[in-house]
């Protein structure tokens, strides 16, 4: 019985597994037997991706929270005193 492959860690692994993965499936050539293992394994790869994706995310949307809105600045009425 085949063993299983290590889940990937990082996003950049996962990546490299669904690329792969896509490229043996895309080929037409993969034996039935082997189908539904490469599923298995995309799935996870990418569960990983996706996690790592919405962490980003995350602190990224965290991080703009704590910054002001550029379109709400308060000192941009330069274009209001155009009659002057």
């Known amino acids: 019985m085949p063993r299983k492959p290590a ?4 996003y950049q692994e996962a990546y490299r597994v669904l690329s792969r993965i ?3 499936l895309d080929g037409g050539e993969a034996d039935l037997d082997r189908v539904l293992p490469l599923i298995e394994e995309a799935q ?6 996706r996690s790592r994706i919405e962490a980003l ?8 929270g704590g910054l002001p809105d550029p379109l709400d600045d308060p000192g941009d009425d330069e274009d209001d005193d155009s009659d002057e």
């Open 44 to 49: 996870v790869a990418y569960q990983v991706c």
């Open 57 to 64: 995310r995350s602190a990224l949307d965290e991080l703009a």
């Open 7 to 10: 889940a990937p860690t990082t």
């Open 22 to 24: 896509a490229l043996e």
